[in-house]
Structure formats: structure tokens, C-alpha cells
């Protein structure tokens, strides 16, 4: 069974920066697309990125483009998100999960991001 992890939310003020962590076990993290997306409140779960599984490809939606960078160490079985220049209205719940064509197969819990202004 494929199981996610999301590490490194917390509360920053607005400018500041965090790195979002999420550890995968369970399958065979290599060949995995992987993404990230949100959900802030009141709002529908939003896609902020992806990477395939080699890391070689990544698209980003157009809010978070310049100013998060995601990538991946295989090695570690490992995706993370740099989130720089963060904005109050980046505060959301994050989620990772593993991409399979336009679907998403598995998903972690979440880690809450906050941004203070």
C-alpha cells in the first residue's frame, strides 16, 4: 500500500520562505509522476504542480510560477516544494499524491501552510 507524507508546514510572514517535504513508501517511488496541490478555505482544491518521475519535466499553475520550485530525490523517495515570496492567499492545506495521467491515484494527509501578512 502506497503511503504519503507531508512535512514542513508552519506559519511564515508574508515574504518569507518554507520547503514542503513529502516522503513516499509503499511503492516504487521512481516511477511515479508526483504533484502538489491545496485546498485554502472555503475553496476547491487547487493544483500548484507536478514533476514526472524522473524529474526532468515540472508544470506549475500560473499563481505560484517564479516563486515555487518543485522537485524530487529518488534516492530518498523524497518530493519537496520551495515555496519563496509567499503571500497571505498561498495559505492553504498543501497535499501531495501520486499522478497517473490526469488522475491521482494516492494522497497524503496535508501539512497547513499559513501565511501572516
Known amino acids: 500500500q502506497v503511503q504519503l507524507v507531508e512535512s514542513g508546514g508552519g506559519l511564515v510572514q508574508a515574504g518569507g520562505s518554507l520547503r514542503l517535504s513529502c516522503g513516499v513508501s509503499?511503492?516504487?517511488?521512481?516511477?511515479?509522476?508526483m504533484g502538489w496541490f491545496r485546498r485554502a478555505p472555503g475553496k476547491e482544491r487547487e493544483f500548484i504542480a507536478r514533476?514526472?518521475?524522473?524529474?526532468?519535466?515540472?508544470v506549475y499553475t500560473d499563481s505560484v510560477k517564479g516563486r515555487f520550485t518543485i522537485s524530487r530525490d529518488n534516492a530518498k523517495n523524497t518530493m519537496y516544494l520551495q515555496m519563496n515570496s509567499l503571500k497571505p492567499e498561498d495559505t492553504a492545506l498543501y497535499y501531495c499524491a501520486v499522478l497517473s495521467g490526469g488522475s491521482s491515484l494516492y494522497w497524503g494527509q496535508g501539512t497547513q501552510v499559513t501565511v501572516s501578512s
Open positions: 514533476i514526472s518521475w524522473s524529474g526532468r519535466d515540472t
Open positions: 509503499g511503492g516504487t517511488f521512481s516511477n511515479y509522476d
